[in-house]
């Protein structure tokens, strides 16, 4: 991981014509128009400032839907070979594109399932609890879901969920969590930890955690090594590969655009391809897909992250995520990511000229610990605040108590677009 700050604050420049000569020198700029940008009821483009939470709809969406829609309607159940990409193995126009993103290899990757429903069935396969090593440690402020899956893990292997679970805290007063503390629990308690599950970057803070020294460190204490990149696939470079984590789940509705509730993703390390030792769930579509449609065969499981497929997946879904990843392979991650760090750089320099005692950004300042999201805590805000932001036409999120969460995303956020959001911003709090 890169540790120093290539863009200095003092990169950047006060003022609405700097931000439109950013615009202006954009090579990225474009890709703006080739996605729905949300409008007020007068017609006037919001700031959307919440692709953390939904990423926006590509225009090309519905055409890859409606090919999908034609085929089905011209050729019913013919389509699943003879669609113009047949549904048999729609999923395999996904891998190569979703394996950029989040650095791994074809064979480590599959977009199945929902993330918490890929996160269970990783758990079938990579928590083996004992009676000596059960533990899961986890951060403190997980994402809820991630801490209701792995409590409900413990209960299923016959184990207290509070005994059971192992947080990662901050250190009081502090918002971030700290390798050193990693490192000792670890150290006093690693034999009785089974797995250690981390949000790749904590959905929160947006701290991007430092994937490969989790897995390192977890590997070195005997643990399976496993990862939620909801906030991390699309937004920074996870190099899931070389991290040599066991296994990773995520979504494709934030930083993915793939529409609400769309599909998950899911990385298992190469070197559990071909384990036939590992407990799994399993359906028809983790047969070997030569012979599943032979329906008496013997299970026969597919190698790879394909092998931990179930059922056959929802082509209309999955023609979302093709068209939102079409765009992502067009550019790559390396060009985006050098774009969000200007971006997010520039909405850190101006969001700092409101003062300390004003706000205060809990993100890492390090943009090598951070993807797009800056979360802002206001100093004696409540709701109203937040309010007051969506009423002037921001779209931005609010976690109690007094934390604005707020992603400039690359594709198809402006440097206008920040320049805006800290002015409204500035104007609500001065008002
Ligand atoms: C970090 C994180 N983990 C898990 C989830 C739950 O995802 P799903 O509802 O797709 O299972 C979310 C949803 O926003 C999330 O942000």
Redesign the pocket.
Known sequence: METENQYTLSTYQLGLEYAKQQDQNDPLASYRNRFHIPKDKNGNELIYMTGN?LGLQPITTKDYINQELEDWANLGVEGHHEARHPWLPYHEFLTENMANVVGAKPIEVVVMN??????HLMMVSFYKPTQRRYKILIEAD??P??KYAVESQLRHHGFDATDGLILWKARKGDELANYEDFETILKEQGEEIALVMI?G???YTGQFFDIKRITDLGHKHGCMVGF?C??GAGNVELNLHDSGADFAVW?T??YLNSGP?SL?GCFVHERHANRKDLNRFTGWWSHNKETRFKMRDEFDQLPGAEGWQLSNPPILSMAAIRASLDIFSEIGMEKLTLKSKQLTGYFEFLLKQLGEDVIKIITPSNPAERGCQLSIQVKSANKKLHDKLTASGVISDWRQPDVIRCAPVPLYNTFEDVYTMVERLKNILNG
């Open positions: 939470s929902t993330l918490t429903a890929n996160l997980a994402f879901s991630d949000g970057v904590n959905y939620d909801a906030h979504c509705y934030k509730g998950g």
